[in-house]
T-cell receptor, first 115, second 112 residues
Framework: QKEVEQDPGPLSVPEGAIVSLNCTYS??????FMWYRQYSRKGPELLMY????GNKEDGRFTAQVDKSSKYISLFIRDSQPSDSATYLC???????????????FGQGTILTVHP | AAGVIQSPRHLIKEKRETATLKCYPI?????VYWYQQGPGQDPQFLIS???????DKGSIPDRFSAQQFSDYHSELNMSSLELGDSALYFC???????????FGPGTRLTVT
C-alpha cells in the first residue's frame, strides 16, 4: 500500500462548480503538505503549501490539513476550464526525519472542468 | 520571477548510451531534488542535494549518479540506458529542505 493515497478520478465538473480533492496518508512523520497542478507533459506547479494542521486560503483555492485523521483536502471554488489538469498532493517529513525534504506524491487526480 | 531551468528539454538516446541532464535552481536555492515520472505515474524521488552534499537517496539505479556543483547547479548522469529509463525527469529546488519545492519544466528522455 502506498504511503499517500489519492483518488485518481477522473473528475468532471461544470464550470463554476466547487471541486474537492483529497488525499490520505499513513506516515505520521509527514509535516509539510503541498498541492501541485500539472498540465500534460509539464512540470508540477505549486498551488498550496501548508505546515502541520489547519486551513490556508489563496484566491479560489483552500487547503485543509487534518493530521489527526491523516487527511488533506484542496477545494477549488468557481472552477474554470483552465483548471483542467492533474492535481497532485505531496508531503514531506519534518527535520530529523529519515527522509527530510523528499516529497512523496499521491497518484494524482485528473480534473476536467467543462464550459 | 526566475524559475528552475532544465536542459535539455528533450533527449533521445539508444540503449546502452549515456545521458547527462542539467538543472539550474532558482537563485539562492541551495537544495536540489531529482524526480522521475513515468507515463501516467506520480513523480518518484531519485536523489537530493543540500549545500552541495547528497542529502537523501531514493530508488535511484546504480547506473545513475548525480552531483551538485559550487554554483548549486546539478547534473544527473545516466549510463547504460535501458528502455525503462524513458520518462520525464524533473528537477526541483528549494531554499531549504523544510520549504516548498519548485519544479522545472522537465527533461523528456526517450530511450530507443
Amino acid at each position: 500500500q502506498k504511503e499517500v493515497e489519492q483518488d485518481p478520478g477522473p473528475l468532471s465538473v461544470p464550470e463554476g462548480a466547487i471541486v474537492s480533492l483529497n488525499c490520505t496518508y499513513s506516515n505520521s512523520a509527514f509535516q509539510y503538505f503541498m498541492w501541485y497542478r500539472q498540465y500534460s507533459r509539464k512540470g508540477p506547479e505549486l498551488l498550496m503549501y501548508t505546515y502541520s494542521s489547519g486551513n490556508k486560503e489563496d484566491g479560489r483555492f483552500t487547503a485543509q490539513v487534518d493530521k489527526s485523521s491523516k487527511y488533506i483536502s484542496l477545494f477549488i471554488r468557481d472552477s474554470q476550464p483552465s483548471d483542467s489538469a492533474t492535481y497532485l498532493c505531496a508531503m514531506s517529513e519534518n527535520a530529523g526525519g529519515t527522509s527530510y525534504g523528499k516529497l512523496t506524491f499521491g497518484q494524482g487526480t485528473i480534473l476536467t472542468v467543462h464550459p | 520571477a526566475a524559475g528552475v531551468i532544465q536542459s535539455p528539454r528533450h533527449l533521445i538516446k539508444e540503449k546502452r548510451e549515456t545521458a547527462t541532464l542539467k538543472c539550474y535552481p532558482i537563485p539562492r536555492h541551495d537544495t536540489v531534488y531529482w524526480y522521475q515520472q513515468g507515463p501516467g505515474q506520480d513523480p518518484q524521488f531519485l536523489i537530493s542535494f543540500y549545500e552541495k552534499m547528497q542529502s537523501d537517496k531514493g530508488s535511484i539505479p546504480d547506473r545513475f549518479s548525480a552531483q551538485q556543483f559550487s554554483d548549486y547547479h546539478s547534473e544527473l548522469n545516466m549510463s547504460s540506458l535501458e528502455l525503462g529509463d524513458s520518462a520525464l525527469y524533473f528537477c526541483a529546488s528549494s531554499p531549504d529542505p523544510k520549504y516548498e519545492q519548485y519544479f522545472g519544466p522537465g527533461t523528456r528522455l526517450t530511450v530507443t
